[in-house]
């Protein structure tokens, strides 16, 4: 719950702190754009005049290409311009504010984009070009359709923009500061739910321990106060069931006597989960191994089939009772599910460098609603079922270096995935 609170909070604060920059980013966008506009206006309203004053000095007695580009540096100078130039629509210089640019010169080669020139000069709409920087100096370009005397022109303009620059380098340092943190939510996020999901397992494990270290003490209690009485009462029940019903009419000795009996197998069981006696390995051929754990599940099921697909060439390192307990434990289980009637079929295979042992059988499959939890301890869907088998094989795999898993699907087939270095082929 804490760490729900925790994980709620973290997620409030940075993305609070990123819709403030986001914000605050979009206000500097607008103020940028706002801007540009302006510039737009206002270049756009000294050409006009620019293009104006020198329409009427061409029109009066003032025709002077010289005088012109005087006036056009004195203008330029005072409007705080870079410089004004004087175009014909294929770039001739015809008047220009700057004695390094002269009348006759072609000015394309000079300009930074001569696409929006040629654009300007075809469709007569002023263009703006972005800003550039040269020798440190931050700067953006008018190209103005006009006419001069009878002739289509243009008039380039140039202004300093050093304002505008630092405002889109502050757009740029907030565009970077929310991506930042944009990803540091983002890492935040997935740290605190990996975090959250490491701290679950913890508890899981924790209380999984909590419950194998009861289960031992139990074991050991019970296995004190129950054992010989449960002995005495089965033997009890045997005489009585002899002496007085031999002919097994009356269930209730039948009942009295399995019930005692599972009560004994569930002592058994909760002794073999919490006792772990030192493993025995050695180097056996599995198929041999597998006969002889099969051989008398034919006797007491003999309504089951059995079928094993094991190579004789294949051999594993394994402690023999240990993987014995572990079978044992899947074929009851198997037998109990499809009520001892039914088919049973037992395979190794290879599997990306893994020997697999895989035990299938024909019944209705694993309930949907306990698969996740299936191989914990007291999880069974049998009602007779103790809920340890599954758990007891689980924890022998495990200590024999194997992997123990249900496939998904049908039909229900468990598998022991055996590592590389622990089988073996003659």
Not at 125 to 138: A, C, K, N, R, W
Not at 310 to 315: L, Q, R, V
Request: hydrophobic share 45%; glycine share 6%.
């Amino acid at each position: 719950m804490k760490n729900r609170y925790l994980f709620t909070l973290l997620c409030i604060i940075i993305g609070s702190i990123t819709i403030f920059f986001v914000i605050t980013m979009l206000i500097f966008s607008s103020g940028v754009g706002q801007q540009r506009t302006r510039a737009l206006a206002r270049m756009s309203s000294f050409a006009a005049y620019a293009a104006a004053t020198t329409q009427e000095k061409l029109m009066g007695n003032d025709t002077d290409p010289q005088a012109i580009s005087q006036w056009l540096g004195q203008f330029s100078r005072g409007c705080g311009f870079e410089r004004i130039v004087i175009t014909s629509t294929t770039g001739m210089v015809l008047y220009s504010s700057q004695q390094i640019i002269q009348r006759g010169d072609d000015l394309l080669p000079f300009l930074a984009f001569p696409e929006l020139f040629k654009t300007a000069a075809s469709r007569t709409i002023p263009s703006l070009t972005p800003i550039q920087t040269l020798d440190g100096v931050s700067f953006n370009s008018l190209y103005y359709p006009c006419t001069i005397g009878l002739t289509p022109a243009l008039i380039v303009l140039e202004s300093n923009q050093d304002d505008l620059t630092l405002t889109q380098k502050v757009e740029g340092y907030f565009y970077a500061i929310t991506l930042v943190l944009a990803l540091l939510t983002i890492v935040m996020c997935a740290g605190i739910i990996w975090l959250t999901q490491v701290a679950r397992k913890n508890q899981h494990k924790i209380a999984h321990t909590d419950r194998l270290a009861f289960l031992g003490r139990m074991s050991a209690e019970l296995a004190h106060e129950l054992k010989n009485p449960l002995a005495i009462l089965k033997a009890s029940a045997d005489v009585l069931q002899k002496q007085f019903d031999p002919q097994h009419h009356h269930k209730a000795f039948t009942f009295l006597s399995e019930e005692v009996m599972r009560l004994s197998r569930l002592i058994d069981d909760m002794l073999a989960f919490s006792r772990e006696r030192p493993l025995v390995l050695k180097k056996v051929q599995l198929a041999p191994l597998f006969v002889a754990i099969t051989e008398p599940y034919k006797l007491i099921y003999p309504t089951i089939i059995f079928s094993l697909l094991i190579d004789n060439s294949y051999s594993i390192t394994t402690d023999p009772d240990a993987l014995r307990q572990a079978i044992d434990n899947l074929i009851r289980n198997a037998a109990q599910a499809m009520k001892e009637t039914g088919s049973i079929k037992a395979e190794f295979s290879l599997e990306k460098q893994l020997g697999v042992l895989s035990l299938a059988d024909s019944g209705p499959g694993v309930p949907e609603s306990i698969r996740k939890t299936l191989f914990e301890p007291f999880v069974t869907s049998h009602n007779n079922g103790t809920g340890l088998g599954l758990a007891i094989t689980k924890t022998v795999c495990e200590r024999l270096g194997y992997t123990l898993a249900l496939k998904p699907g049908s039909p229900t087939t468990f598998t022991i995935s055996i590592p590389r270095n622990l089988w073996h082929t003659s």
